[in-house]
């Protein structure tokens, strides 16, 4: 069993930054892909970023240059950095681990962005 615990969510200002945590139970070595979504009101959960075991990254188009997804092995944390905030980045934000074909999911944290 997997368990993901989120950290760092709040209410920022526009241009603010946050740093979101995703800590995981045991090594994150084992995963395939580590990544982050969002999910505002009414909409559906998409993707933000995500990196691969191997350190490949992709972004949504409208985080590029603005957020950054790292990660430390030691401990076993994906993070989330934000910068540069918009009001559009209000949304709860689950930290998600791939492996093989299965996703682990975290709790969801929530980031309000005020204009």
């Known amino acids: 069993q997997v368990h993901l615990v989120e950290s760092g969510g709040g209410l920022v200002q526009a241009g603010g930054s946050l740093r979101l945590s995703c800590a995981a139970s045991g090594s994150i070595l084992r995963f395939n892909a580590m990544g982050w979504y969002r999910q505002a009101p009414g909409k559906q959960r998409v993707l933000v970023a995500r990196?691969?075991?191997?350190?490949?990254?992709n972004y949504a188009d409208s985080v590029k240059g603005r957020f950054t997804i790292s990660r430390d092995n030691a401990k076993n944390t994906v993070y989330l950095q934000m910068n540069s905030l918009k009001p559009e980045d209000t949304a709860v934000y689950y930290c998600?681990?791939?492996?093989?074909?299965?996703?682990?999911w975290g709790q969801g944290t929530q980031v309000t962005v005020s204009s």
């Open positions: 998600n681990f791939r492996m093989v074909v299965v996703d682990y």
């Open positions: 990196m691969t075991s191997g350190g490949n990254t």
